[in-house]
Each structure stands twice: as structure tokens, then as C-alpha cells.
């Protein structure tokens, strides 16, 4: 279980990277953490002419609050965003999600930008984006631009980035005083993938929710908002939320569960995070 | 650099080692083929058993899911050379009194992987050990002994310090 | 019989001077494990060493029409690749039948596939490489035309008379079956009071050895001569059968196994791979390694466990047993594995069902179908799992119906512990049981009625937990019944060569064989109690079959009780050697003398005579000092198999306490109990690790572990992401406790222990589960691993 051959390039700079992408003889891949793309390549479930790592490139990685916003290099390892206490601070739903990736191994050598670039529907960090409304700054042939997260998730393992793409930046918005998060998933195995999880975030308003995103992860292609829940939610209904959910979610099955599991157990966790939502922080 | 043949230079166990690798070839691989350190091991090669564990610029990674070719400049730390330099010769210690290992194969991992949890100080819990250890692998034990070992050298080290 | 605490000193009629027999003494071989410096066949590389790749089957059934390998041959790093066909000419092929299984058959299977692929995985052509990685690349342009064929794949319709037939040549799908009957079983039904029947569902799993199935074979034209490093568990036994099918004498062959990673029955049978590994190496006269990737182990080590059980109990108001009867369907994947077949699993089954109750009205019947997955065979307490579970779920949903608890019920009909010798409702012969201490001991360590209270009072705040039981026995120290009177070149009994060496320090050489149990260690403390020297006296020796005594190697639990027995024989014989050479030279008589501590001692007064180191020397260096007629011999060899018994049957019980939770399906499972009785108690810390790691080997099978295929003969989930091994998060502390009953068929009295944790597991941990939602109404779960998805299903959740 050997990868196929490929070359190998490792990217001076973000413009160096870009170009290296315009690779003429075929697929080029950015290897960012590789927690999820080693493996691909060692299955030969993927097989790229050339390889092009990131990980030299100064700049790509840190963590920054500015104008309101958490701004996270697409670099920055999961074990840094989990001990950065202005995750902690300013985007608790990422502290929440953070010790659910894998274990310690991986964390120390994954990356948020190669989470959300490799989009896969079960992990949790595209469904935290999701959640929170973040934004993805991309660096491509053409210069950059900004995507919503609501537009950036097009399929699966698909994203709005195109082929000589980088992502270089994660947004999100800084949390204020009424600022909700709640976050759980159920996985067969502690690290595992989750059969189903949910980021939610949300704006108390008084006694009430308002702002209420809830982003699925493992029920679809896709991270998957729960449009019907979120209003039903904020219109103060637990229950209704959860009838909402049949509506919202068609998940198929797989091999840890049926769709009809994931759609009762998007339930169980929708009241999980209500209750995390409706609680005050600390 | 860019191409199937790449020249690293880098550090392993303190030793300063030049080698032409294939772009393809994986840590572990570079490690075990090409070095002939053995004491990574090799068991699912898509980052899930843990066996692999190695150390690269003090950090702890799946050698499987890292490339040879990433590591040039890289201080790179096995079980052979954690094990010379005596930094955990107490944990090894408590795995042979506990008698934390059975074929020996998930150990090296295993030692490394506790290490970094016990390098942070305190006494965890033996939840927080066993979530530490929950990406390593063990068919044999069943982890209870792993889980005692870790937890007996963290109490010892703890008191140590007092 | 006795009762002893976790891990105590066991000093019986064994306790001589310095024993080591009962003390928890560490493994000698841990350090170079623990530093890295072990040697696993996977490590071993030779001088000219290439390695080898398979393309394998995409298809569970397909004709191969052609093979095209040009474009490999061409391939960069490519030193060969040979077809079915052409590898055919250097090994032939086999058939995975014994005898004492009446009427079991399978067809010959070949180390390439030639003209047919029966499952997806199955090899039909190799690549031999200067890499792993090169033998690869190669495959992906060997073209294989296959014809895919209709796939068997459903073990319910195999022998369906519209099914096609995978073997033409043998008539049909049906591998062996076997019927049994005792006692008067309808009699038994009529009288029942109440009757249980349902049907219990086992999940195809297999073992996952951390260290994958590994091989390297070295063919020296020159010495005429095969060596072969293997991760195996039987090196005499391999090394017949390389012999056999290449067509060598068993001289030619030296079989080498040093550290394994992890073995538990998946590495004691052969691969067709492996087999093609060996002849490659014949046919181009040079080294040739193979080490199994793990997407290859899922689909080509051998699998377990698939069997479906329907099965009923009877039992009168007063919880006695009346009867019991079962109905087992297994499928085994298209060919009997060879030589331990795969019949064995579903015979035990036969067997054990019943295990040690009284009732003796039982009917069984078992089938053995053929199908075109992978090969099923023996794996770590073979067939006990399932015949466990079965009558373990059987009295406790027939416990539930009466309304008794589910101790007292085992209480009311376990064979009493002072009415042994008897026999199992199979006819199975129990040479001595302690299930009655063993279960008040349970009862006592768990505080069972501490933690029904507990139970109870949480219930009230609608948290379901659940306490669930299993008695077993487990099938030790097998004599020639297991598989030589079948006709299979196994060896039961075993061999151990003990000599002294230059500086009183010993070498014991032994047929057994490690991988991770603790072979070694037991050995060594065997020998040199019987002997009389300290442990680091001794260097053990195992794992070249050019260096042991002939012997079964390690399985069915069979190291300690057999290896350690002829260990300690030899240790003694030795003694008796040495005492006679020291009686000459120190002019007394043998018999006054003993060996302590590594020097030669008057036997009363423990005063020191003559050093070991000095007996060597006067022995080796200056014979000629010695009287006249004095030939010392240095070295003793000794050889025991069990006679007075088939099996030293083990016995004890567990029980799980664990926590459902009834929104999310999911187990937390919060303690395990295991109190068991291996006979003497080599090294208690050992034994309890053997029963804690294969009690979670059975909670992976309760909870998460199965192959999971589709209806055209497709794994699913053939990689460790997706087929859930357990992992230390999920899994609890296991308390273990012991009954000690020794066996009186061996000196040493030790019975197995490998086996006992994964036998009892599966079944009690389905209790608990059963007991925790039965408030709920839930239908009982009896379709193994037990998923949130089925434990919501249950509930009507879903």
C-alpha cells in the first residue's frame, strides 16, 4: 500500500504555490496537514502527478483578532487553535469542536484551511464554518477573494475552489456577550468520524434565540443547514425544532448507521445544543 | 525542488543523515527502508492504528502521513532514540512492571504518544489518558495495563517534582 | 481447589526452594520490545531481497479468460511476474479436510488463483519488485480479463437447489454439517414450563493483527535449502506443509519466527499468498518478502464468526433446565482453509452449547456452507464465543420469562463443582469445573447486590443500566483429538531440550512458540524452578524449527500447559543429570543433594556443595578428573502431551455492567468481571492480561467489530477507519479474580488461559445490554455487534 509516484514541490511562497498548481502534466494536489491526503494517497484512492506542500510557506499559519473577526491562517495546526486561548475566547464553537478531531497525532499535524479545503461531510470543521456564517479568503491565478461559507460547500469533497486555488484564510465573526454556541456529535469511537454532529451558533436576544445556525455534519454531501429547525428554534421550540429536522435532513445510511438513525440521533444532539445555546457563558 | 528524486538532509536521534528519496516515500518508510531504525512500526498506513508515531521537531506524528521528503531540516525522534537518551526510561519501566505490552508491536507508539501527555505535568485522569492514547491501537491488552503504567509514572514524576 | 485474590503468590505442591510458579515475574523479553529493537518479520531484510505484490480479484466470482503481462514485465524495478498457471509448476495445491470431521470436504485450492478468482481479494497473479512500492506500480498494468460469475454470497440460500454450486466437482455448497443428539430432548420440551427460542446473529469479524500477516523466504539453490521467516504461531507445522507442496523433504526447511505482532489465531493457517511467497522464492533462487498491507489483511486474513443460531431452552417454574436444541448456519467463505479446516468453528459449537449444565437433553445441528467471500477459519477462542452467548442468552432470557434471577438460575443448574469427572450436555468430558466457587466468587468481588440496589435507584431516574452474566468453559491443552486424529501433520504434544552451558547458566529450547503472551517468560520460570536457578540463569529459545524440539507451536491455549510442562520435565531431568555427575564428584549419594539458587546443595540442610559454574567446568574442560565410567550429560530432553483427557477444560464466569443510553443507542460500558480457573497459576499478572486483553476482544465483537459485505460479495468497510477495532476510550477496567482447580493430567497442573476473556464476553456484555432495556420493553437484542442503530431499532426509536 504504496502511493503512486508523484513529484513533489515544496512552495516557496503563496504566488510560487499558484503557479505550481498550473502544473501542465497533469493533476496537482497542495499538501497542507496531509491527515486525510496521505492517506487517500497511500490507498492510491488518489494519485496526483504532483504534490505541492505548503508547509514552507511563511505567513500561512496564526491566529488573529481584527475588526470583529477571528482570522485563522489556513496553516495553523489544530493543536495550535486548540491551545490558542483566543480560540477559547473569541470562537469557543472551534474550541468546542477541536478535541473531537482525531487524536493528538493528527491535531498536532492537521490543518484548519486543509479541514475546510478537503471538505469532507463528516468532519467538523466545514460544519463549524457553516455555523458560525464564517468566510474563506482564496488566493488563485486572478488574485483573491472572499467566499461565504454558505457558498463555499458545493458538493462532495467539492468546494468553491477552483483549480489553481488556495485557501489562505478562515473568518470568523469574533464572539460578542450574546453570542450562543453549542456543538456535539455522536461517533462510533472517541476521534472517530461522527455518523452525525452539529455546530450551532446563535444570538441571545432576551429570553429568546435569534441568528440560529445549525450546521450538520455526516447527513449529506455536504455540511447541511437545518433552515426549518434554526426558525422553529428561534421561534422558542425545542420540539418543533426536532419535527423539523425530517424536513431539513435526508441523510442515506452508511456503514455505521441508517439515514433514519441520523435523522433521531440529529435530534438528540439538536436538544443537546439547544441547551448549550439557551446557556449563558461563563 | 521539484521532481520524484528529492535530497534531504535532516536530523535523526541526533544523528545528521543526507539521503535521495523518492517524493512518494513516507517517514516511516525513510525511516524503517531506508535507516533501518525498525522501531516504527507499520500497521494501517492511513494514519488510524498509531503504530507509526514517531517525533518531528519535538511534535508527535503519524509517520505514515507524513512524507520522507518534508523532513529536510527536521529533528526527527524514534523510539530508538528516545529510548537511548533514557527520557523515558521510567514509562518503560512501568510498562514492564505492568506488563503494559504484549507483542510489542503498538509500544513504540504507545511510549511516545504517553509521553507527550505526561511531558505536559500534572496526574491526568485515566480519562484523559485513555483519550491521549485512543488513537494508538493495542489488540493485545485490552489498554487497562497501558492506562495503569501511564498514570502510576505521572504519579511518580508528580510527587518527584514536589 | 482454592480461591485466591488478583494476582497472589500460588505456592502448591510445586513450591520448591526459589520457585517461580505463581509469582508475577516480568517477561525477559519486553526490553528490546519497549526500546525498538525487537525483530519482526516485517523488519528482516536480506541481502538480494525483493518484494512481492498480488493483483487480486475485484470480483467475489469470475473465470480468469486471460492475463496480459506484458506492460508489468516492463515496469520499472520489475524482476518478475508470474501467473497461477505458471507458479502451479513449482507448489501444488491443497484441500482443507480432516478426517474426525465426517464428511467435511472443499475443493483444492491453488497459491494463484488459475482459471477462477472465488472471492474478492483472492490472488491471481504476482509481482516481484526491488520495492513494495515498484511491485505496485506494476500491478496496476497486469490486465486480467475476467467473466464475472454469479456470487454465493447469502449463507441462507447456498444450498438452495437454484444457487449455483462455487465447486462443481464436489456436488454442492455444503462444506459439513453435523447432527447431534442426547438425552431425550422432546421429552425435555414437553416438561419445560416455559420455552425460549430465538435466534442469536454473530457478526463476520477477524482478527486485525497489528502487525499484518508477514513472510520472507530464502531459497538457497546452494544448501539446497528454504529459509523462512514467518509471523506464525506453528513453525513445524508450516514447515510440513512447505515441504509438502514444494515438493522438499522437511530438512531442507528451516522455519524462523522471532517477535510477531500479534497473532490470536490468524496466524496459524495458510495463505495462499504466502504459500505463493515461498514458491516465488524457490522459482527465482533469491529472497522474497511479503508483508500484507492492511486494506489486503481485511480482505485475504482469515474472518470468523459469521454464524446464525437459532436455538431454544426449556425450563420448569423453578429454573431447571429441560432442554435445549440449536440450529447453526455458518458460511466460510469458498474453500476449507487448510489444514485446520473450517468445519472446526461450528463444531464447537456443537460442542460447547450446553457447556457446563447438567441438562443432558440436547439437539444440535450445524451447517458448513460455502460462499464466495473471504475464507473463514479459527480464530481466538474458536466457536466459543458464539456457543457461549447462545446458552448464556438463553437461560438468562428464559431467566426473565420465569421471573428468577439470573445467578440463581446458573446456580440451580451448573454441574455441582464435587461431581466431577462428568461431561457437558455434548458429551464434552470435564476432568474437574469450578463454576459454583467461581460464580460465589463473582458474586462476592462485584457486590452484585450492591449493584442491583444501584440499579434500581437509578432506573427511578430514567438511567438504564443493565447487569448481565456468562459462565463458560474454554477448550485447553488439547491432546491429538483436536486435529492429528483427523490426519493433520499438527503436532499435540511438545518438546522441550534443557542444558547446562559453561557458567551453570541454561538454555531451554522449546516447541512453543511467542507472540506477546508471555511464552517465553512462562518458560523460563518453569525451567528453572524445576532446574533450581534464577530466571536471568535462563535463555529460552524458541521459533527455529532448526533449533527446538518438534512441537504444535502456540494456540488453543496450549503454551503453558503443554510447552510449560515439558519445560519443567526437562528442567528436572536435567537436575537429576547434574546431581549424578555432582554425586561423583563430591562423593555423595544424588538423592541427598538438590540444585537451589544455581549451586548444588545438601537437600536437608541447604549447605552449599558445589557451584553449578564448577560442575560445568570440571564436566566440560577437565572430563578426565572425573571417575572412570562417569559420562556427563549436560543436556535433558523432554516431550509431554496430555493423555488422560482430551481437553483440560478451564471454566469461570463474567459478568459486564454497563449503561444504555435510550435516546442515542449508545453502551457505556462502566466495569467487567472475570473470575476464572486456568489450573496452576504460572504467573497470575500474565494470566490476568491474557483475560483482560481477550475480554475486550469479545467486547469488540458485542459492540463494533464486523465485516460487512454486500450482496455481491463485496467488503465494505475493509479498512481500519470503517471496521471499528476497540479502542481505549470506550473500553473499562476489568477486574479478574481466580479459582484455582489444577489439572491432574500434567505435574504442573496448568491448564490455558488465552482464550477465556474474548470466549465469555460477547455473550455477557449482550446480557447486560438485555438487562438494562428490558424495563423499556424492548425486544431482546440478539444480532451481534449490538450498534446504536440496533439498540435504537429496538427501543422503536427508529
Known amino acids: 500500500m504504496k502511493p503512486a509516484p508523484f513529484a513533489y514541490a515544496k512552495a516557496k511562497s503563496l504566488d510560487h504555490a499558484i503557479a505550481l498548481l498550473a502544473h501542465p502534466d497533469g493533476e496537482a494536489r497542495l499538501l497542507a496537514g496531509g491527515q486525510s491526503l496521505m492517506a487517500t494517497l497511500n490507498m492510491r484512492l488518489s494519485a496526483p502527478k504532483l504534490l505541492i506542500d505548503l508547509n514552507g510557506i511563511a505567513g500561512l499559519a496564526g491566529i488573529a483578532v481584527k475588526n470583529g473577526a477571528v482570522e485563522i491562517g489556513a496553516m495553523t495546526r489544530h493543536a495550535e487553535a486548540e491551545r490558542s486561548p483566543d480560540i477559547a475566547r473569541h470562537a469557543p464553537l472551534i474550541a468546542l469542536a477541536m478535541p473531537h478531531i482525531g487524536h ?179 | 525542488m521539484s521532481g520524484h528524486d528529492c535530497d534531504i538532509t535532516l536530523t535523526v536521534n541526533g544523528e545528521r543523515v543526507t ?144 | ?203 463476520r469479524h477477524t482478527g486485525v493483527t497489528n502487525e499484518p500477516r508477514a513472510i520472507v523466504a530464502d531459497w538457497n539453490p546452494g544448501d539446497a535449502r528454504l529459509t523462512v521467516y514467518q509471523g506464525t504461531q506453528a513453525p513445524h507445522m508450516m514447515q510440513n506443509l512447505f515441504a509438502k507442496h514444494l515438493g522438499l523433504e522437511e530438512q531442507q526447511i528451516r522455519v524462523v519466527t522471532k517477535d510477531v505482532g500479534g497473532s490470536f489465531g490468524i496466524k496459524v493457517h495458510t495463505y495462499a499468498d504466502e504459500m505463493a511467497t515461498v514458491a516465488l522464492a524457490k522459482l527465482l533462487k533469491r529472497p522474497v518478502k511479503f508483508v500484507a498491507d492492511r486494506i489486503e489483511s481485511f480482505v485475504t486474513d482469515i474472518h470468523a464468526r459469521d454464524h446464525r443460531v437459532t436455538a431454544k431452552i426449556g425450563v420448569k417454574n423453578d429454573g431447571t433446565i429441560t432442554a435445549w436444541e440449536i440450529d447453526d448456519l455458518t458460511g466460510i467463505g469458498p474453500y476449507s482453509v487448510y489444514p485446520r479446516t473450517s468445519g472446526i468453528e461450528a463444531n464447537q459449537v456443537v460442542n460447547l452449547t450446553g457447556g457446563p449444565y447438567t441438562c443432558g437433553n440436547y439437539r444440535a445441528r450445524a451447517r458448513v456452507v460455502f460462499q464466495n467471500k473471504n475464507v473463514m477459519c479459527q480464530y481466538r477462542a474458536v466457536g466459543h464465543p458464539i456457543a457461549t452467548a447462545v446458552t448464556e442468552g438463553l437461560i438468562e432470557l428464559a431467566a426473565a420469562k420465569i421471573g428468577m434471577d439470573p445467578l440463581a438460575i446458573r446456580r440451580r443448574n451448573l454441574i455441582a463443582d464435587d461431581a466431577h469427572p462428568s461431561q457437558g450436555p455434548s458429551g464434552i468430558k470435564f476432568e474437574a469445573l469450578s463454576n459454583h466457587a467461581a460464580l460465589a466468587h463473582l458474586d462476592s468481588m462485584m457486590n452484585y447486590a450492591g449493584l442491583r440496589a444501584e440499579q434500581a435507584q437509578l432506573r427511578k431516574q430514567g438511567i438504564y443500566r443493565g447487569i448481565g452474566f456468562a459462565s463458560f468453559v474454554e477448550v485447553t491443552n488439547p491432546s491429538a483429538a483436536f486435529y492429528g486424529v483427523g490426519g493433520a501433520r499438527i503436532s499435540a504434544q511438545d518438546g522441550a531440550t534443557v542444558r547446562l552451558d559453561s557458567t551453570g547458566a541454561i538454555y531451554c529450547h522449546t516447541g512453543v512458540s511467542e507472540q506477546g503472551q508471555g511464552a517465553e517468560a512462562v518458560i523460563a520460570q518453569c525451567v528453572a524452578t524445576s532446574f533450581g536457578v534464577s530466571m536471568d540463569r535462563v535463555r529460552i529459545v524458541m521459533g527455529d524449527t532448526d533449533n527446538t524440539p518438534y512441537g ?120 467487567h468481571w472475570c473470575v476464572e480457573d486456568c489450573g496452576t497459576v504460572i504467573n497470575p499478572q500474565l494470566v490476568d492480561e491474557q483475560v483482560r486483553g481477550g475480554v475486550v476482544q469479545g467486547i469488540g465483537a458485542a459492540l463494533f467489530e464486523q465485516c460487512l459485505y454486500d450482496e455481491r460479495g463485496q467488503m465494505l468497510n475493509g479498512n481500519m477507519a470503517d471496521y471499528l477495532v476497540p479502542m481505549a476510550v470506550e473500553m473499562p477496567d476489568i477486574e479478574v479474580g481466580h479459582v484455582v482447580t489444577p489439572t491432574a493430567d500434567s505435574e504442573l497442573g496448568a491448564k490455558g488461559a488465552g482464550e477465556a476473556g474474548t470466549a465469555g464476553a460477547p455473550g455477557c456484555v449482550m446480557n447486560a445490554i438485555n438487562d438494562a432495556l428490558r424495563p423499556m420493553g424492548a425486544a431482546p437484542l440478539t444480532d451481534m455487534p449490538f450498534t446504536p442503530d440496533k439498540i435504537l431499532r429496538a427501543l422503536g426509536k427508529v
Open chain 1, 104 to 282: 493528538s497525532a493528527i491535531r498536532n499535524r492537521g490543518t484548519l484551511g486543509g479541514s475546510i479545503a478537503f471538505a469532507d461531510p463528516a468532519a467538523e470543521l466545514p460544519a463549524c464554518l457553516l455555523a458560525l456564517g464564517g468566510e474563506v479568503d482564496i488566493a488563485g491565478p486572478n488574485g483573491t477573494r472572499t467566499v461565504k461559507a454558505d457558498d463555499f460547500f458545493k458538493g462532495l469533497f467539492e468546494t468553491a475552489l477552483g483549480a489553481a486555488d488556495v485557501l489562505t484564510t478562515i473568518r470568523l465573526p469574533a464572539a460578542t456577550n450574546d453570542t450562543r454556541v453549542g456543538f456535539a456529535e455522536y461517533a462510533r469511537r472517541h476521534g472517530d468520524y461522527a455518523m452525525v454532529g452539529l455546530a450551532a451558533s446563535a444570538r441571545a436576544a432576551g429570553q429568546r434565540l435569534a441568528g440560529v445556525r445549525l450546521a450538520y455534519f455526516g447527513v449529506g454531501n455536504v455540511p447541511v443547514r437545518a433552515k426549518a429547525a434554526e426558525a422553529a428554534l428561534a421561534d422558542g421550540s425545542i420540539d418543533d425544532a426536532v419535527m423539523a429536522l425530517a424536513t431539513d435532513l435526508a441523510p442515506s445510511g452508511d456503514v455505521q448507521a441508517t439515514g433514519a438513525t441520523k435523522v433521531h440521533l440529529a435530534g438528540v444532539l439538536l436538544r443537546r445544543a439547544a441547551k448549550q445555546l439557551t446557556e449563558t457563558r461563563p
Open chain 3, 1 to 203: 481447589m482454592k480461591i485466591v485474590e488478583d494476582s497472589p503468590p500460588i505456592l502448591t505442591a510445586l513450591d520448591r526452594p526459589n520457585s517461580y510458579i505463581g509469582r508475577s515475574v516480568p517477561r525477559p523479553n519486553l526490553a528490546r520490545l519497549m526500546q525498538g529493537r525487537a525483530q519482526y518479520v516485517s523488519d528482516v531484510v536480506l541481502p538480494r531481497m525483493a518484494h512481492v505484490a498480488f493483483v487480486r480479484s475485484p470480483h467475489a466470482h469470475a473465470a480468469i479468460d486471460s492475463i496480459d503481462v506484458s506492460a508489468a514485465k516492463q515496469a520499472p524495478g520489475v524482476i518478475a511476474v508470474v501467473t497461477g498457471a505458471e507458479l502451479a509448476k513449482v507448489i501444488t495445491p491443497w484441500v482443507g479436510v480432516l478426517t474426525h470431521l465426517k464428511g467435511l470436504k472443499s475443493a483444492p485450492q491453488n497459491a494463484l488463483a488459475i482459471d477462477r478468482a472465488c472471492w474478492a481479494g483472492e490472488a491471481v497473479c504476482a509481482v516481484v519488485a526491488r520495492s513494495r512500492a515498484e511491485a505496485e506500480d506494476a500491478c496496476e498494468r497486469v490486465l486480467v480479463d475476467y467473466r464475472e460469475l454469479p456470487a454465493v454470497t447469502d449463507p441462507e440460500t447456498a444450498l438452495d437447489p437454484g444457487t449455483p454450486v462455487i465447486h462443481p466437482s464436489i456436488g454442492d455448497n455444503l462444506c459439513f454439517e453435523r447432527v447431534h443428539s442426547a438425552g431425550d430432548p422432546d421429552k425435555g420440551f414437553a416438561e419445560a414450563d416455559a420455552v425460549v427460542e430465538t435466534t442469536f446473529l454473530f457478526g
Open chain 2, 19 to 162: 539521503e535521495r528519496v523518492d517524493a512518494r516515500q513516507t517517514l516511516v518508510d525513510f525511516l524503517r527502508d531506508d535507516l533501518i531504525l525498525t522501531g516504527s512500526h507499520v500497521g494501517c498506513e492511513h494514519g488510524v492504528c498509531g503504530a507509526c508515531t514517531v517525533r518531528v521537531d519535538g511534535v508527535l506524528v503519524r509517520g505514515c502521513l507524513m512524507l520522507a521528503a518534508q523532513c529536510d531540516g527536521a529533528h526527527v525522534e524514534t523510539i530508538e532514540g528516545v529510548s537511548d537518551l533514557g527520557e523515558i526510561a521510567d514509562l518503560q519501566a512501568a510498562f514492564e512492571k505492568r506488563n503494559a505490552l504484549q507483542c510489542g508491536f503498538c509500544t513504540p507508539g504507545m511510549l511516545l504518544t504517553a509521553q507527550e501527555l505526561l511531558a505536559r505535568g500534572g496526574v491526568p485522569s485515566r480519562e484523559t489518558i485513555r483519550e491521549q492514547i485512543s488513537g494508538n491501537y493495542c489488540r493485545c491488552t485490552g489498554y487497562q495495563a497501558i492506562v495503569d503504567a501511564i498514570e502510576s509514572v505521572a504519579q511518580t514524576r508528580a510527587g518527584a517534582k514536589r
Open chain 3, 552 to 671: 504444535g507451536g502456540t494456540w488453543a491455549s496450549r503454551a503453558a500447559g503443554i510447552g510449560g510442562e515439558a519445560a519443567w520435565q526437562a528442567g528436572k531431568a536435567l537436575r537429576q543429570n547434574v546431581l549424578a555427575v555432582a554425586g561423583s564428584i563430591l562423593q555423595a549419594k544424588p538423592e541427598t543433594m538438590d540444585i537451589r539458587n544455581g549451586v548444588v546443595v545438601d537437600h536437608d540442610s541447604g549447605k552449599e556443595r558445589i557451584g553449578l559454574d564448577e560442575v560445568a567446568r570440571i564436566c566440560y574442560f577437565r572430563p578426565d578428573t572425573l571417575p572412570a565410567g562417569v559420562q556427563a550429560e549436560l543436556i535433558a530432553t523432554r516431550h509431554y502431551v496430555p493423555r488422560a483427557w482430551a481437553f483440560a477444560f478451564t471454566n469461570g464466569i463474567q459478568a459486564s455492567y454497563l449503561e444504555v443510553n435510550t435516546d442515542s443507542g449508545f453502551v457505556k460500558l462502566l466495569k
